[in-house]
Structures are given as structure tokens and as C-alpha cells.
């Protein structure tokens, strides 16, 4: 039996994913390289902009012929575009959907393939399954165990840990709140024994997931972020922690400090902007001005001196004057960020901004912006690349692409490499930089 799984999104979606994917191969399904070979295909959907939305769309509607061939196919619906309500107008659209399953929820599809269609799972997962309710709310349920892909590639060299699911803080343009419900922390015990099973499965590295990651354990009132940050570093075999995604009203010198003091943790921060004028911050209810940014930047340069720092802008934000986008630019210009990912205003169902501004920066103006702020990004990155030129940096190799190894630095800098004398998958490499570009480097090993 062959699974295919098509993913859209941002990282939480991804590690979910992957622990579906382990979960099916628990259960005796493989990987499918095509939608034509499987007999499961899951759609991990995403709905932040409306371009990922009309994909998913897209996408359901190409499967339709597929289960008209072949009706035993079962299709599963997942992530942001389900939600966490009962998805009744889905059903009705796409009657051929089989399973509709919450974001980072594995357990509808496993239910259904255990219950209607003979899978056999082990008396581990059965029990699991019969200690869950089935179809409550997600916030009540204990989360389904982790079972670790090792298809794939081969080994996992980097995984995916989500340690806060949902998000309360509702910034007006975000839907992420309304699809994946409200911030709950994951218990410390929990994640740890995850990070342990990454480890022994052949994780080096763990990245800790959450909207605002930096808030874990406040809503819960348990240890915070650098408690668990020190607690992770202490599991052997591990090498690398990354954190994502910070909200700079979150970032706490606390945090700063461990993060600094660590060696496993890496010198990596991404932390979103969104805009550099006060006004627009402020009606996208962001919590924070231009300035406190500015000096943030400044707070985590003179903790972690080498960090790389990554942003997120949105441009063309309902009402965003040209004066308004020029201030994002500055600060940019004036920041000089390691990555910044862009975004055009896209408006969402829902949300405050689009029940209350409308989107009125013309579609060819948000394309203007997005460009004016990809051609500065690019010169930026671009320059700072070309300072790593001659160094030699390690790397985690995560597997090949196109006959090269590629990997990341801590950093996070994507760098690839040609080395047919051994298999580097899961190790680290000393690699000399020989050539650089805005969004990569290539190397050779020392
Ligand atoms: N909590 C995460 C949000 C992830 S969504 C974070 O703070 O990064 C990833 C990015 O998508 C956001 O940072 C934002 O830049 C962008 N985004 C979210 N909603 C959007 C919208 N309605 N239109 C355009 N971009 C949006």
C-alpha cells in the first residue's frame, strides 16, 4: 500500500507532515512518488494567502479523476484549509474527500484507515487511538504519538518539533488563529521524549515550532522557552537547536541570554517586522513600533554578535501609503537582514482587517513593492554571502539534490557541495566556501 502526501505552507505543516508520513509507515503504507501510484493521498493545506488557498483548490480538483478510476483510493483533506470546526461547506464542494483532518491532527486519517479500511496498526497505536477522543476539539486531545520517518532520504537529519500549537494574538490580517485555534503549549515531557526518538532515529538537529515560539509556557503557566531550550540541550547525540517564529514583543533578554549561552542552540533568530511605519504596525495590531524593532535587532546583535536574522514583510497592507512603504524600506536598507520573506497583502476571511479596512493598494502597486524590496533584500544578502567567500563553515548535510550534498550552516544558510567519495547524509561537514549568491552557497570539503 502507497501514500503520497503534497504539502503547502509553512513549517508547522511540514513537520506535521512528516509525522503523518511516519504514522502511515508505522502502519505499513510506503511513499508513492506519484499521486497515481498511492492509495492514500493527503493534501496538507494552507491558507495564510489566497494564492495558497486557490493551490490547495487546485489541487482537490486534479484528484477528482483519479478517484473516479479508482474509488478504494482514499483522499484526505488536512491543515488550515479544514480548520478546526466541522468543515460542512468542504464536504458539500468536495464530495470525493474522504477525511477531513485538522491542522497537525493525524488521528482522522488513522482512525478511518483502521476502522474502514483493514489497516492494521500495533497494539501501541490502538491503544493511543482508543485513549483519544475522537472527534473533540483539538485543545482537549492528547497528542498523537510520534512516530519517526526514516524513508525519505534515509535519515532525518533536521526535524521539525511543534512545542506550541495555535496562536492568540491575532494580528488583524492573520487567519492563522481561526484554523488553528488558540495558543496551547505542548508539555515539556512530551517534546523532550519526541526530541529523544528524533535523536535516536538519526536527528542531529531539532527546530522548535511555534507562531509566537517564544511564548511557550505562558499560556500554560510552565517553564518558558529558555527552560526548555536547556533542557533539549541536554539530550545527547543532539547537535543543533533552532527556534522559530519569534514575535519581538517576546523576546525576552532572558531568552536572548540562553539562547547565547548555549553552544547547541544556533545562531539563527527570525523574527517578523511586517512593516516599518507605526501607523501601519499599529492598525495591523502588532504591538510593537519601527523603533522597538530597531533596537531588538540591536539587543540580539550584541547578545549573539555573528546571528543571522530573518524577517517577514508584508507590503501593500490596506491603506499603506507610498511614505508608509518607504519607511519598511529604509529600515530594511538600514537593518540589513541576513533573509527577509515577502508577502503581498492578501485578505483573509474573517480576520479584523479584512471585516474592517479595505484592500485598497492596487494589485500592480503591491507587485511594485514587493519587487522594490526583493531587488534591496537581494543586493543585501548578496553582499553578506560574499563575506563568507575563502571561510570554511559546518555544515549539516540533510541529504542530495541534483547529485550535490546539500545542507545548512548554523546560519542557515542552504549550501551544496560535490563529494561522490561517501554518503555525508546526517553529518557535519567542514566545507570551504568558493562560491556565493544572494540565496546560496557552494563549497568544497576540507
Ligand atoms: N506567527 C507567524 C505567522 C506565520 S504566517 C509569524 O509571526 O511569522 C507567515 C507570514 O505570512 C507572516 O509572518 C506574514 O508576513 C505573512 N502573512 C500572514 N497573513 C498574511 C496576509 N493576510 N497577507 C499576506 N501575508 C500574510
Known amino acids: 500500500m502507497f501514500y503520497y502526501l503534497w504539502t503547502e505552507g509553512c513549517q508547522m505543516n511540514v513537520g506535521d507532515s512528516r509525522r503523518l508520513a511516519g504514522t502511515l509507515e508505522a502502519l505499513g503504507y510506503q511513499s508513492a512518488a506519484r ?27 486534479s484528484l477528482r479523476p483519479l478517484k473516479e478510476r479508482n474509488p478504494n483510493l482514499v483522499i484526505n483533506l488536512m491543515g488550515c484549509l479544514v480548520g478546526l470546526r466541522e468543515p460542512n461547506g468542504l464536504r458539500k464542494r468536495f464530495p470525493y474527500v474522504d477525511v477531513f483532518s485538522p491542522p497537525s491532527d493525524p488521528r482522522p486519517l488513522i482512525e478511518y484507515l483502521v476502522s474502514e479500511r483493514g489497516a492494521r496498526a500495533s497494539e501501541e497505536m490502538l491503544s493511543l487511538l482508543q485513549s483519544v477522543s475522537p472527534s473533540g476539539p483539538a485543545r482537549a486531545a492528547p497528542r498523537f504519538p510520534l512516530f519517526p520517518l526514516r524513508s525519505e532520504n534515509g535519515l532525518q537529519a533536521a526535524a521539525l518539533v511543534p512545542i506550541v500549537l495555535g496562536c492568540s494574538h491575532a494580528c488583524t490580517y492573520c487567519i492563522i488563529p ?22 535516536q ?57 540562553a539562547a547565547a549561552a548555549l553552544p547547541k542552540v544556533c545562531e539563527h533568530i527570525e523574527v517578523p517586522l511586517q512593516a516599518g511605519d507605526d501607523e501601519v504596525l499599529a492598525r495591523m495590531k502588532r504591538g510593537y513600533t ?29 491603506g499603506e501609503t507610498e511614505a508608509q512603504f518607504q519607511q519598511t524600506s529604509d529600515l530594511l536598507a538600514e537593518l540589513r537582514l541576513d533573509t527577509a520573506h515577502l508577502a503581498r497583502y492578501s485578505p483573509r476571511p474573517d480576520t479584523f482587517a479584512t471585516r474592517n479596512y479595505p484592500d485598497d493598494v492596487p494589485s500592480e502597486e503591491k507587485m511594485r513593492r514587493f519587487r522594490a524590496l526583493e531587488d534591496l533584500q537581494e543586493r543585501i544578502a548578496a553582499e553578506k554571502n560574499a563575506a563568507l567567500l575563502g571561510q570554511t563553515l559546518t555544515v549539516l548535510v540533510e541529504g542530495q539534490h541534483k547529485d550535490r550534498w546539500y545542507g545548512r550552516t548554523r546560519t542557515n544558510r542552504p549550501v551544496f557541495f560535490d563529494d561522490p567519495s561517501r554518503n555525508w547524509t546526517a553529518q557535519l561537514a567542514p566545507v570551504e566556501i568558493t562560491r556565493t549568491s544572494a540565496w546560496s552557497l557552494q563549497g568544497s570539503v576540507k
Not at 484554523?179 to 529523544?196: H, N
Not at 529558555?226 to 519569534?246: C, M, N, Q, W, Y
Not at 547578545?303 to 530573518?310: K, Q, R, T
Open 35 to 61: 499521486p497515481e501510484d498511492a492509495d492514500v493521498i493527503v493534501l496538507n493545506t494552507c491558507v495564510v494567502r489566497q494564492s495558497a488557498e486557490d493551490k490547495a483548490y487546485g489541487r482537490l480538483t
Open 178 to 199: 481561526y484554523r488553528r485555534g488558540g495558543e496551547r503549549s505542548l508539555p515539556v515531557e512530551q517534546i523532550l521524549a519526541e526530541v529523544r526518538t528524533l535523536v
Open 201 to 257: 532515529s538519526g536527528a542531529r538537529e531539532v527546530t522548535l515550532l511555534g507562531q509566537i515560539v517564544d511564548r511557550y509556557g505562558k499560556d500554560t503557566g510552565g517553564p518558558g522557552l529558555p527552560a526548555l531550550l536547556r533542557k533539549v540541550h541536554a539530550v545527547d547525540g543532539l547537535e543543533r537547536i533552532r527556534f522559530l517564529t519569534s514575535h519581538p514583543n517576546w523576546m525576552s533578554d532572558e531568552l536572548l541570554e
Open 290 to 318: 519601527a523603533e522597538e524593532y530597531r533596537r531588538l535587532i540591536g539587543r540580539i546583535r550584541m547578545y549573539i554578535p555573528n546571528a543571522s536574522i530573518a524577517t517577514d514583510i508584508i507590503v501593500g497592507f490596506p
